[in-house]
């Protein structure tokens, strides 16, 4: 298997990156191609105390950069030597397995969307994250790739995230809830309320387990295991979801500092708060998939280190093995609505 990864994306690039690209092939064995500017990368290499490239892993020389100041509209576009759009068309052309990239997330979409192209029949890619709740994790899809969506793309995000969690969590039939202001069918916009009726439909055929409307609140606590909703209100979740996090383990150890007492409570159970900060670790995720992009393309979190662009190396491996994008091709005539709305 080969993986592609961006070497110039992200914050912590490239050294990190390529650290991660190191790591991952003697953890997974994959081959790895890093895209980027060669003379940074084996620099990188020369600090880890590698003096040459090590077995399995090739660079393909890109001199361009697509940063965060860039347009992510335009740049894929524009700069058709950087790492980032490189990668992708390696992708597309079949030389590559599946790629990661801790770069722009705009850029990433957009460059996906352009060069390595949505499976046929898919209306929007989405950015489909798994977070920690009660008992296990959910998949929130979609969590900012499009803000404006009809309900044929949230069907089509409903299948989708149901074939990937299938998949990734072994989940025989996946709980797919409708995200709403409400659990009423008669809850929402005309967007939930359309959709509802799309996803009632594919539950009564046998496609979806679909479980009703599912309130903000009630994800944390496990209502499902797919939470469908369109990518404005995916992304007030997932940032919700870290605000959340952060605050209450900042008060925790607030407290545990409090005095004698508290600190010496602290020692008993620290351990055991290790493990809960692990679980809200996105580090420990790897990253993010794009959804109905013909190969796997990875989305790292902008802040990788050399341990987080590891384990998206290991979901990119896991993602391809499971043929996620099969299922999806194999079932795309249950996800297309035909109207005239649908082919504007």
Do not use: W
Request: aromatic content about 4%.
């Amino acid at each position: 298997m080969k993986i592609i990864i961006d070497a110039m994306g992200g914050d912590n690039a490239p050294l990190e990156i390529v650290k991660g690209a190191v790591l991952a092939k003697e953890k997974y064995d994959a081959d790895i191609v890093l895209t980027g500017r060669e003379e940074e990368i084996l620099k990188a290499l020369k600090s880890m105390g590698e003096a040459s490239l090590p077995a399995g892993i090739e660079i393909v020389n890109c001199e361009e950069v697509i940063t965060m100041e860039d347009d992510p509209a335009t740049a894929p576009r524009r700069k058709r030597n950087s790492s980032m759009t490189v990668g992708l068309t390696m992708l597309r052309k079949g030389e590559a397995d599946a790629m990661v990239s801790a770069g722009s997330t705009g850029a990433l979409l957009t460059g996906a969307t352009l060069f390595t192209k949505r499976i046929n029949g898919i209306r929007r890619a989405a950015l489909a994250p798994f977070v920690p709740c009660k008992g296990g994790n959910v998949l929130i899809i979609d969590c900012g790739a499009n803000v404006e969506c009809t309900p044929e793309y949230l069907l089509q995000f409903a299948f989708m995230g149901s074939f990937y969690v299938k998949s990734m969590l072994n989940i025989e039939a996946p709980r797919v809830g409708l995200i709403n202001n409400g659990a009423e069918e008669c809850k929402g916009t005309e967007l939930q309320k359309e959709t509802y009726k799309l996803l009632a439909k594919a539950h009564a055929e046998g496609r979806v387990n679909f479980v009703g409307n599912v309130e903000a609140r009630d994800v944390p606590l496990g209502a499902c295991d797919v939470a469908v909703c369109d990518g404005f209100t995916g992304n007030i979740i997932i940032k919700g979801f870290e605000g959340i996090a952060k605050f209450m383990f900042g008060e925790i150890k607030q407290v545990l500092k409090k005095n004698v007492k508290t600190m010496i409570g602290a020692a008993l159970v620290k351990n055991d708060l290790m493990s809960l900060k692990k679980l809200m670790d996105s580090d420990e995720v790897g990253g993010t998939i794009l959804l109905g992009i013909s190969k796997p393309v990875i989305k790292a979190h902008g802040s990788s280190d050399a341990k987080a662009v590891c384990n998206a190396v290991r979901q990119a491996i896991s993602i391809v093995n499971a043929d996620i994008v099969s299922q999806i091709n194999d079932n795309i005539d249950y996800m297309r609505i035909e109207s005239t709305e649908a082919e504007a």
